[in-house]
């Protein structure tokens, strides 16, 4: 069993980094990617062209290859102005390219057996300002077939603010020490 943790800051060590570390220190099989280090494109939309979508030469595929067997998906963003950082929404926002494209034929299909967990910092009342963003991640499990289990939001403004939020602090050991167990029995879901 293995959980994938896709990184959208673009701070290096920031302080989302520094709360989902704190859950998967605990898991024995995780796989990162950091979207800031691939270059990869903003979608064009031809959903409705007769060819459909163009081939796109970037990074993008490389990421995908990278999650599509794991069984838990981490997405760890800072909240930008109530929502997923820039980085983020560009990499969601190719999963209408991926639905798509031949090489993924079964990307829907793949996702729908995958849990999902959005991990997400803020500056100012996180636990509140932070609900637009988890309600856009329900939306989003829901098209594409991720199953949703849930949220952990944590307050921080400054480098290393985070670990002064201790509600956040336990409950990022909790969710890994439940990734740790399930990795133990093989059963994620």
Not at 5 to 11: E, F, P
Not at 95 to 116: C, H, I, L, N
Not at 165 to 178: H, M, P, S
Request: hydrophobic share 35%.
């Amino acid at each position: 069993m293995k959980v994938g943790v896709i990184y959208g800051s673009m701070r290096e060590n920031g302080n989302t980094a520094r709360l989902t570390e704190e859950v998967i220190k605990q898991v024995p099989d995780v796989t990162t990617v950091d979207l800031k280090n691939y270059d990869f494109k903003d979608i064009i939309d031809q959903r409705h062209d007769k060819g459909g979508f163009d081939r796109v030469d970037d990074d993008y595929d490389r990421i995908i290859d990278q999650i599509i067997d794991c069984d838990v998906l981490l997405f760890a963003t800072p909240i930008y102005w109530y929502g997923m950082t820039a980085v983020m929404k560009r990499f969601i926002d190719r999963w209408s390219q991926t639905v798509r494209d031949d090489k993924y034929s079964d990307f829907k299909e793949k996702m729908g057996q995958k849990q999902a967990y959005i991990i997400a910092v803020g500056g100012d009342n996180p636990r509140e300002k932070g609900l637009p963003l988890v309600q856009q991640f329900t939306y989003i499990c829901q098209f594409i077939g991720l199953q949703y289990k849930g949220y952990l939001l944590g307050k921080a403004a400054k480098p290393d603010d985070i670990l002064e939020d201790e509600e956040a602090l336990e409950d990022a050991r909790k969710l890994g020490e439940l990734l740790r167990k399930r990795a133990e029995v093989g059963n994620y879901l």
